[in-house]
């Protein structure tokens, strides 16, 4: 009997000791030092998200840790995609959809399973543009002409077919009963040379983020004749969304952070707190306001179900832009 007891007491002395130690390793985290991935060069889209956010946890005292922004341009994301993958739960990571078309375009072997989701940030919109003296004042006139002939307007995009710019006038197109397949697009280099392009008439519409778009629109050389937001926009409050005129469609450009592979329940609970006392900061609504930007906050689970639906939606998109099989 006396035996049996010691022995009960030691299994109980053995669990005590490890749930302190398991303590213990909880506390441990966050480390001292933070990495916060952008998966580009300095100056995007990217590279200006994981700034924001080192800035507005840090300046809120929301983290203790140092945070540092880690620039690993390459392959449209995979570098840096790659790069975390074989990290742990120290470093995270800046997305959006390239994520997705990445994978199914063939380009890269990662898809967002790879990875652990943490939070949809903000999005940005996307909006359809023609030139000042276009024959076509409003979407609606647009997607008749095209639904008529859809080889009959060049249509400028950049950098590549695949990306949300091209993506959204695709499902566009495919709401309003048009062959995707069939559209002539012309591909450049840089959203500032399709504005170029447009304004020169060497192509007749163009598909970019508003934010590409909106100086020359203010400045009255070219025209934007759709918004793909569920709402209009307060800094375009004239133009109308996609949906008034016909085209029953919301198309966020969206990005986000993920982390390594096998974080713990704990390490994402620690990142679902920070991040949404971050987005409710007037700093973080300022960097949103500054960058044309609208808040998109979604919490880990939220984010894990949204990248399942968008996963099935770029697989559907890129199939009828005759992108993929």
Known sequence: MKRIILLLLSIAFIGGCSAEQSQGEESDYPPDLIEFVAPATPGGGWDLTARSMQRALNNNELVESDINVVNKPGGGGEVGFQYLKNRDSNTLAVNSSLLFTNNELGLSELSHEDFTPLAILATEWQSIAVGPDSDYDNLEAVMEQLKKDPESLKIGVAPGLGNDDHLSFIQAAQEYGIDPSKLDFLVYE??????????????????????EASEQYKADRLDIVGVSSEERLEELPEVPTFKEQGVDLVFPHWRGVMGPPDMTEEEIAYWDERLQQMVETEEWQTILE??????????AEETEQFMDEQEQTYQELLTNAGLTE
């Open 290 to 299: 500054n960058n044309q930007w609208d808040d998109y906050y979604m919490n």
């Open 190 to 211: 840089s959203g500032g040379e399709v504005v170029t392009a447009l304004l020169g008439g060497h192509i007749d519409v163009a598909t970019m983020s508003v934010s």
